[in-house]
C-alpha cells in the first residue's frame, strides 16, 4: 500500500513493498502496523484497490467513507477500489488484510467478460458482516492458504495463477455467506435493475438528480427502479441518488482544497447556496464546518 501523488487528495494504490512479486499481498494487522508505523494507517485515505479485513482477535473501529464501523473477532470488511478509510491503530486487534487489484483478479476484457456473475457479486457485497463462528473458521483458513501459497517453490506466473483461482472461490464463498446470513431472497431482474441503476448512478450523480433522469436513460419506469433499489439496497431510488450525492461532496470537502462554490459545480448545483442547503440537510452541518472539523 503506497500513496500516489496527488496534490488534493491522498490516494493509495496497491503497490507491495520491496521485491513482491505477487498481484495479491496478505499481511495481518500487526505485521502491517510493524511494517508502515502507525501514522500512516491512521491518517484518512483514498483506496484504489480491493482490500479483505478478517478481524480475528479483539475489537477495533474501521471508518468507511466516513462511517465508524465497530468490528470485533469474526467481522469481514470489503473495501473496494474509491472508498475513504482509516484503520484503528489505537484498540488492541488483530486479523488478516488482503489486498488486490482489480486487474489481478479480471486481468483482461475476455476474463472480465466471462466472470461476469463474479464481479457483480464483489460489486454486491456490502461493507462488512458478522460472520458466524464457523464461517470465520473457514474463511480464515482459506486466507492462511492463499498465504502459504506465496512460499511455493514455483514460478511468479504460476503463483499468481494459483493465487488467482483461491481468492476467486474465496469471494464467491463470503458472498455465499453473506447472502445466507442476511436471509436475502433477491430475483434476479431486481438484482440486475439495481446494478443498472448504481452504475448509472456512479457515472452521472453529478448531473442528474432525480429519479427520472436514471428512469429514462435506463428505459425503465420509476417505480421499478425504486422496487429494485429498495429490495437491493433497502432504500428509496431518490435516497440512493441523494447518498451518493452527499458522500462525493464529503470527499471532495475532506480531500481537496477546493473552493465550496467550486464543490457546488462540480456536483451539479446551479447555485452554491443550494448546495449548502443540501448538505445540512444531509448532514446536519454546513460545508463549512464539516471541512474544519475533519481537519
Same mark, same amino acid.
Given at each position: 500500500?503506497?500513496? %500516489?501523488?496527488?496534490?488534493?487528495?491522498?490516494?493509495?494504490?496497491?503497490?507491495?513493498?520491496?521485491?513482491?512479486?505477487?498481484?495479491?499481498? $496478505?499481511?495481518?494487522?500487526?505485521d502491517l502496523k510493524g511494517r508502515t508505523g502507525g501514522n500512516h494507517l491512521s491518517r484518512v485515505h483514498r483506496i484504489e484497490f480491493y482490500m479483505l479485513i478478517l478481524v480475528t482477535?479483539?475489537?477495533?473501529?474501521?471508518?468507511?467513507?466516513?462511517?465508524?464501523?465497530?468490528?470485533?473477532?469474526?467481522?469481514?470488511?470489503?473495501?473496494?477500489?474509491?472508498?475513504?478509510?482509516?484503520?484503528?491503530?489505537?484498540?488492541?486487534?488483530?486479523?488478516?488484510?488482503?489486498?488486490?487489484?482489480?486487474?489481478?483478479?479480471?486481468?483482461?476484457?475476455?476474463?472480465?467478460?466471462?466472470? %461476469?456473475?463474479?464481479?457483480?457479486?464483489?460489486?454486491?457485497?456490502?461493507?462488512?458482516?458478522?460472520?458466524?463462528?464457523?464461517?470465520?473458521?473457514?474463511?480464515?483458513?482459506?486466507?492462511?492458504?492463499?498465504?502459504?501459497?506465496?512460499? &511455493?517453490?514455483?514460478? *511468479?506466473?504460476?503463483?499468481?495463477? $494459483?493465487?488467482?483461482?483461491?481468492?476467486?472461490?474465496?469471494?464467491?464463498?463470503?458472498?455465499?455467506?453473506?447472502?445466507?446470513?442476511?436471509? *436475502?431472497?433477491?430475483?434476479? %431482474?431486481?438484482?440486475?435493475?439495481?446494478?443498472?441503476?448504481?452504475?448509472?448512478?456512479?457515472?452521472?450523480?453529478?448531473?442528474?438528480?432525480?429519479?427520472?433522469?436514471?428512469?429514462?436513460?435506463?428505459?425503465?419506469?420509476?417505480?421499478?427502479?425504486?422496487?429494485?433499489?429498495?429490495?437491493?439496497?433497502?432504500?428509496?431510488?431518490?435516497?440512493?441518488? *441523494?447518498?451518493?450525492?452527499? &458522500?462525493?461532496?464529503?470527499?471532495?470537502?475532506?480531500?481537496?482544497?477546493?473552493?465550496?462554490?467550486?464543490?457546488?459545480?462540480?456536483?451539479?448545483?446551479?447555485?452554491?447556496?443550494?448546495?449548502?442547503?443540501?448538505?445540512?440537510?444531509?448532514?446536519?452541518?454546513?460545508?463549512? *464546518?464539516?471541512?474544519?472539523?475533519?481537519?
Amino acid at each position: 500500500m503506497s500513496p %500516489s501523488n496527488d496534490p488534493g487528495i491522498e490516494r493509495r494504490k496497491y503497490r507491495p513493498s520491496g521485491a513482491y512479486p505477487f498481484g495479491v499481498e $496478505i499481511v495481518s494487522m500487526s505485521d502491517l502496523k510493524g511494517r508502515t508505523g502507525g501514522n500512516h494507517l491512521s491518517r484518512v485515505h483514498r483506496i484504489e484497490f480491493y482490500m479483505l479485513i478478517l478481524v480475528t482477535r479483539g475489537e477495533c473501529t474501521h471508518v468507511i467513507d466516513f462511517e465508524a464501523v465497530r468490528c470485533r473477532a469474526g467481522s469481514l470488511m470489503l473495501l473496494k477500489p474509491s472508498q475513504a478509510e482509516m484503520f484503528d491503530v489505537v484498540s488492541d486487534w488483530d486479523g488478516w488484510i488482503t489486498l488486490f487489484g482489480p486487474e489481478f483478479l479480471f486481468p483482461t476484457q475476455s476474463m472480465l467478460t466471462s466472470d %461476469s456473475a463474479l464481479v457483480n457479486r464483489l460489486e454486491e457485497m456490502i461493507g462488512c458482516i458478522q460472520l458466524p463462528e464457523k464461517d470465520t473458521s473457514h474463511v480464515e483458513s482459506a486466507i492462511m492458504q492463499m498465504h502459504s501459497f506465496c512460499e &511455493l517453490e514455483a514460478s *511468479v506466473p504460476e503463483i499468481n495463477a $494459483i493465487l488467482r483461482y483461491y481468492l476467486s472461490g474465496l469471494l464467491l464463498r463470503i458472498s455465499l455467506i453473506q447472502e445466507k446470513t442476511l436471509n *436475502v431472497e433477491l430475483s434476479k %431482474s431486481d438484482a440486475i435493475r439495481f446494478r443498472r441503476f448504481k452504475e448509472a448512478v456512479d457515472t452521472n450523480f453529478f448531473r442528474w438528480h432525480q429519479v427520472c433522469d436514471y428512469a429514462r436513460a435506463l428505459d425503465s419506469s420509476e417505480k421499478t427502479l425504486a422496487r429494485a433499489t429498495h429490495s437491493i439496497a433497502g432504500m428509496s431510488a431518490k435516497r440512493f441518488i *441523494v447518498d451518493r450525492i452527499s &458522500l462525493e461532496a464529503k470527499r471532495l470537502l475532506a480531500y481537496t482544497g477546493l473552493p465550496i462554490s467550486q464543490i457546488s459545480s462540480r456536483l451539479g448545483f446551479d447555485e452554491a447556496t443550494n448546495f449548502v442547503k443540501f448538505f445540512r440537510r444531509e448532514t446536519g452541518s454546513t460545508p463549512g *464546518v464539516f471541512r474544519r472539523e475533519l481537519r
